[in-house]
């Protein structure tokens, strides 16, 4: 089928737009969408010169007077998005826990700090898990506090203020308490799992982790094709 990997297929099998990591082959005139080279977005064939457009952690550098051509690797593996327009090459993001500085460097935030402006602790822009915003979101810049112990999101430092445990605990009764010892995570009580250990799989009808074959470490029920 022509729609198979298509964003876009009409009625007659007629694709108009290829899924992120696959192109139309140039010499086809039937729309296939073929898979490109891995650091491909867009592609018109899987070519590692056919690129259109790149994967984050990669910038799009054309064929002299094409529109198609190579996807190169930021040049700091501190750098998630990066361009080169009229042959300069500019850091755009950072990965998470850094910023970019005046230079168009990344510099480590604040250990407190998801996002951030700059490296002192008052200049999160978002925080890290186990950590909220004292200011409440009033402020662009802000500090960012600690939780309760055992809690990933709160709205302020008590554990009645927790809204969602660390993973292996639940939230009861204004504390956090561990769940079954196969669950990864579990809600409202310690055996009503949401996910496994390795291992393990989700018995949908009780919710509870049971355990893989013998030879399986990871599965999808307790037989050996699973």
């Given at each position: 089928s022509n729609c198979e990997n298509c964003a876009k297929c009409d009625e007659n099998e007629y694709c108009s737009e290829c899924l992120p990591g696959f192109g139309f082959r140039y010499y086809s005139d039937n729309n296939y969408c073929s898979p490109c080279n891995e650091k491909c977005k867009h592609c018109?064939?899987?070519q590692y010169f056919d690129c259109t457009e790149c994967y984050d952690g990669y910038y799009f550098e054309p064929q002299t007077g094409l529109d198609y051509g190579y996807c190169y690797q930021c040049k700091s593996?501190?750098?998630?998005?990066?361009e080169l327009k009229s042959g300069v090459y500019k850091c755009l993001q950072c990965k998470p826990g850094y910023y970019?500085?005046?230079?168009?460097?990344?510099?480590?935030?604040?250990?407190?700090?998801?996002?951030c402006k700059g490296t002192g602790a008052a200049q999160c822009l978002t925080c890290q898990d186990?950590?909220?915003?004292?200011s409440s979101g009033t402020q662009e810049l802000h500090e960012c506090v600690s939780c309760a112990p055992l809690c990933r999101e709160c709205h302020g430092a008590k554990i009645e203020d927790c809204d969602v445990c660390e993973d292996g605990y639940y939230k009861t009764n204004n504390e956090c308490r561990t769940c079954d010892?196969?669950?990864?995570?579990?809600?409202?009580?310690?055996?009503?799992?949401?996910?496994?250990?390795?291992?393990?799989?989700?018995?949908?009808?009780?919710?509870?982790?049971?355990?893989c074959s013998e030879h399986c470490s990871k599965c999808e029920g307790p037989n050996e094709d699973q």
């Open positions: 018109r064939d899987y593996e501190l750098c998630a998005q990066c970019l500085d005046d230079n168009n460097d990344c510099q480590k935030c604040y250990d407190t700090c998801l996002t186990g950590f909220f915003d004292e010892i196969n669950c990864l995570t579990c809600v409202n009580e310690r055996t009503h799992c949401l996910s496994c250990h390795e291992g393990f799989y989700l018995e949908k009808e009780t919710n509870k982790c049971q355990p």
